[in-house]
C-alpha cells in the first residue's frame, strides 16, 4: 500500500509524458496510466507480484491537488474477474476532476491481465 500512495502522490507532480498503455486516453482530463509495482501475500502466505495499472486523471495546472482513489469492487466469479479491462469510472472521475481533485482508478492485483499472477483476496476453505 506505501508504494502504491508513493506512486500516486509521485503521479500529481508529473507531467504528460507518464507513460500511457493505451492510446484512447481523455486529454481533456489529463488521463494517463502509470504501472505501479506491488507484491502482498495470499491467503497462503505466498508471494503474489505484478504492476498494478492504475489509470489517473488530473485537473489543469501543477498541483499539487488532493487525491480520491477509486477501487473497483469484486466479481461474484473468478472468470468475471479475470476478464476485467483497466478501470476508469469516467464519470466519477470527471466529476472529481472538476472540483480540483487528482483522482487513481487501479486495477487489482489478481483482476484482468493481473489474474494470472494470482489473487491475493481468493477466499479460503
Known sequence: ???????LVLFGSLGPNVQAATDDLDGTLREAVIHVPVSVPDLHGRTIS?????????PPGPGPFPLVVISHGRPASM?????MQRQRF??????F???GFA???????????L???GDPEAYGG
Open 1 to 7: 500500500m506505501k508504494r502504491l500512495l508513493s506512486a
Open 50 to 58: 505484478g504492476e498494478l495499472l492504475v489509470s489517473t486523471f488530473r
Open 79 to 83: 472468470v468475471d474477474l479475470a476478464r
Open 90 to 95: 469516467e464519470s466519477a472521475s470527471r466529476y
Open 97 to 99: 476532476v472538476r472540483k
Open 103 to 113: 483522482v487513481a482508478v487501479p486495477l487489482r492485483l489478481g483482476a484482468g491481465e
Open 115 to 117: 489474474a494470472a499472477a
